[in-house]
T-cell receptor, first 113, second 117 residues
Framework: GENVEQHPSTLSVQEGDSAVIKCTYS??????FPWYKQELGKGPQLIID?????GEKKDQRIAVTLNKTAKHFSLHITETQPEDSAVYFC????????????FGSGTQLTVLP | EAGVAQSPRYKIIEKRQSVAFWCNPI?????LYWYQQILGQGPKLLIQ????????DSQLPKDRFSAERLKGVDSTLKIQPAKLEDSAVYLC???????????????FGPGTRLTVL
């Protein structure tokens, strides 16, 4: 089955700096890669996703890049703000009717004011 | 549009007791998932339903866990008897489950935090 590794486990940045979180996956059949943000006491919320036919996707301060050859994808947050502080999870999903997500272990991002 | 509802939000029980969690997915969503999230880890899929049928329950510990979605809408997840290692947040998620679409966004509920003493 799919295995997703995520690094780093914790990340502290100064407000206004950029943050980068990296993930690798093992199953070459995976073709959908969402990123979720989880705030304390809440369920994960989708913030951006990318499909395997696209190399990069951007939404305001958030961008995701995908390298299918190397089987890794990354989340980039620019101009970080204190409200970006949360746990971020990457995930991978293969094609097919089940479309199940395998999650990484999470990154605790802290934006220092 | 109302989100995924879960109850209770918190539950504390002693080992060997039983417990049940309830989930109401987003209206019209055919696919429903139950995840277990142990502290400091990502969510791990326990079971996936498509309407009222089970798609995958390969990671559900069937000796103690059971789940049902009888009318293809609400779902319950039960643990009987509970063990210490079952302490976790149990998340329910739903997606449209539209056939022919290569991906489906999953929407998560707030979760139920279970503590087994």
């Amino acid at each position: 089955g799919e295995n997703v590794e995520q690094h780093p486990s914790t990340l502290s940045v100064q407000e206004g700096d950029s943050a980068v979180i990296k993930c690798t996956y093992s199953d070459s059949a995976s073709n959908y890669f969402p990123w979720y943000k989880q705030e304390l006491g809440k369920g994960p919320q989708l913030i951006i996703d990318i499909r395997s036919n696209v190399g990069e996707k951007k939404d305001q301060r958030i961008a995701v890049t995908l390298n299918k050859t190397a089987k890794h994808f990354s989340l980039h947050i620019t101009e970080t703000q204190p409200e970006d502080s949360a746990v971020y999870f990457c995930a991978a999903s293969p094609s097919g009717s089940a479309r199940q997500l395998t999650f990484g272990s999470g990154t605790q991002l802290t934006v220092l004011p | 549009e109302a989100g995924v509802a879960q109850s209770p939000r918190y539950k504390i029980i002693e080992k060997r007791q039983s417990v049940a969690f309830w989930c109401n997915p987003i209206s019209g969503h055919a696919t429903l998932y139950w995840y277990q999230q142990i502290l400091g880890q990502g969510p791990k899929l326990l079971i996936q339903f498509q309407n009222n049928g089970v798609v995958d329950d390969s990671q559900l510990p069937k000796d103690r866990f059971s789940a049902e979605r009888l009318k293809g809408v609400d779902s319950t997840l039960k643990i009987q008897p509970a063990k210490l290692e079952d302490s976790a947040v149990y998340l329910c998620a739903s997606s449209r489950g539209t056939s022919g679409v290569s991906y489906n966004e999953q929407f998560f509920g707030p979760g139920t935090r279970l503590t087994v003493l």
